[in-house]
Nanobody
Framework: QVRLVEAGGGLVQAGGSLRLSCAASERTFSNRGVGWFRQAPGKEREFVAA????????TYADSVKGRFTISRDNARNTVYLQMNSLKPEDTAVYYC?????????????????WGRGTQVTVSS
């Protein structure tokens, strides 16, 4: 497993932007796809975005498509989630996760390493 640490969450007004980061410690993201998920109070965890090892393949939830961008810097063992045009419904705890293999995956059970999450709150 890979230990992951998220950062960059906070409070922002609707229409604003945040950039989340997910850093791997002890071991790298080598040859692993990485995804972002989120969980709002009282709701199930949902897929947000995923990226392959090379960064050549990405996929997004329909709710964030065109507003969020996932990227990675393998030299820094870090994956980013740039979030623009934020809406109050984006409020949630955001988690990054590393997959067991390369590729893009939208289902949580395909990921075996998870961070502890970072809170994003969007005010109206």
């Amino acid at each position: 497993q890979v230990r992951l640490v998220e950062a960059g969450g906070g409070l922002v007004q609707a229409g604003g932007s945040l950039r989340l980061s997910c850093a791997a410690s002890e071991r790298t993201f080598s040859n692993r796809g990485v995804g972002w998920f989120r969980q709002a109070p009282g709701k199930e965890r949902e897929f947000v975005a995923a990226i392959s090892w090379s960064g050549g393949a990405t996929t997004y939830a329909d709710s964030v498509k065109g507003r969020f961008t996932i990227s990675r810097d393998n030299a820094r063992n870090t994956v980013y989630l740039q979030m623009n045009s934020l809406k109050p419904e984006d409020t949630a705890v955001y988690y990054c996760a590393a997959n067991r293999a390369d590729g893009v995956f939208t289902i949580a059970r395909h990921y075996d390493s998870w961070g502890r999450g970072t809170q994003v709150t969007v005010s109206s």
